[in-house]
Nanobody, 113 residues
Framework: QVQPVESGGGLVQPGGSLRLSCTAPGFTSNRCSLLWSRQAAGKQREWVSSISPTDGRTSYADSVKGRATISTDKAKDTVYLQMNSLKPEDTATYSC??????WGQGTQVTVSS
């Protein structure tokens, strides 16, 4: 299966923002929800957010609700995750997936002063 490619991570101070991107050929063209997850060192993967490519319905984990916004650009086959008011506990590798694709290798987000 094809792996999407994530980008946009980095080192940011608490309270800062990042916009993560995830892209692959055809990634936004099927009917399955597009998912963002994250995995912190030594912890299990945690679902973060989903968006339906058919009706645009979005869902968020309680841990990011109100601070995260998921969106898509179908012309670019890209899904985004805008993260605001970042906290140290948001530090993790963020990956994306949809049906027919593997998890990407992820983009590292580190929130630290």
């Amino acid at each position: 299966q094809v792996q999407p490619v994530e980008s946009g991570g980095g080192l940011v101070q608490p309270g800062g923002s990042l916009r993560l991107s995830c892209t692959a050929p055809g990634f936004t063209s099927n009917r399955c929800s597009l998912l963002w997850s994250r995995q912190a060192a030594g912890k299990q993967r945690e679902w973060v957010s989903s968006i339906s490519p058919t009706d645009g319905r979005t869902s968020y984990a309680d841990s990011v609700k109100g601070r995260a916004t998921i969106s898509t650009d179908k012309a670019k086959d890209t899904v985004y995750l805008q993260m605001n008011s970042l906290k140290p506990e948001d530090t993790a590798t963020y990956s994306c997936k949809t049906c027919g694709y593997d998890w990407g290798q992820g983009t590292q987000v580190t929130v630290s002063s």
